[in-house]
């Protein structure tokens, strides 16, 4: 099956500043969700990008099919960013998502 | 629209007890999903149906998982005897996938809000 790489694994950020987490992937895709995993547990759907790029406030993403990669952007972090971010795509073979180990990132006042 | 139901929300039981997970997809999806979570092995899938079939259940652990649909709007996961490694949040997940005479669907799966379970 398809392999996904996420980096970094873990990721401080003050309040206000920017990151860009990063997701390989071994295959072709035709879908690639990110999501954000809450303290709380939940899964929130962030993006649906198996291609091209996506802005929604604060968070953009880029998915590079060709070449085998997706980025996710948060600009001006707050606190409630924290938690684990998980990039899933979908290989061309099957309905289901292959999920990252996730970047688990933490927003200090 | 509710999203994803799952229930119970929690589950504590002993070991060799059975246990019974529940989910309530998207009304109008027509893929369902359940997914586990475990520190050990991060989020993996387990089975997954379309049209109320089960289509790929490699990722079940082993005989004392079963999974079933009886319905577009019902499924279920059960573990007999349970064990202190099944220990984990169990997702369930909905989509709607392309199909028939519809449009492409963007097939983008929605996640319920897990059932953390602990067997003792």
């Known amino acids: 099956g398809i392999q996904v790489e996420q980096s970094p694994p873990d990721l401080i950020l003050q309040e206000g500043a920017n990151s860009t987490l990063r997701c390989n992937f071994s295959?072709?895709?035709?879908?690639l969700q990110w999501f954000h995993q809450n303290p709380w547990g939940q899964l929130i759907n962030l993006f649906y990008?198996?291609?091209g790029t996506k802005q929604n406030g604060r968070l953009s993403a880029t998915t590079v099919a060709t070449e085998r990669y997706s980025l996710l952007y948060i600009s001006s972090s707050q606190t409630t960013d924290s938690g684990v971010y998980f990039c899933?795509?979908?290989?061309?073979?099957?309905?289901?998502?292959?999920f990252g180990s996730g970047t688990r990132l933490q927003v200090q006042p | 629209d509710a999203g994803v139901i799952q229930s119970p929300r929690h589950e504590v039981t002993e070991m060799g007890q059975e246990v019974t997970l529940r989910c309530k997809p998207i009304?109008?999806?027509?893929?369902l999903f359940w997914y586990r979570q475990t520190m050990m092995r991060g989020l993996e899938l387990l089975i997954y149906?379309?049209?109320?079939?089960?289509?790929?259940d490699s990722g079940m652990p082993e005989d004392r998982f079963s999974a079933k649909m009886p319905n577009a709007s019902f499924s279920t996961l059960k573990i007999q005897p349970s064990e202190p490694r099944d220990s984990a949040v169990y997702f369930c997940?909905?989509?709607?996938?392309?199909?028939?005479?519809?449009?492409?669907?963007?097939?983008?799966?929605?996640f319920g809000a897990g059932t953390r379970l602990s067997v003792l």
């Open positions: 997940a909905s989509s709607l996938a392309p199909g028939g005479g519809l449009r492409v669907a963007k097939n983008i799966q929605y």
């Open positions: 295959d072709s895709v035709n879908n």
């Open positions: 990008i198996p291609s």
């Open positions: 899933a795509p979908r290989d061309t073979g099957r309905r289901a998502l292959t």
């Open positions: 009304s109008g999806h027509n893929s």
């Open positions: 149906f379309n049209n109320n079939v089960p289509i790929d």
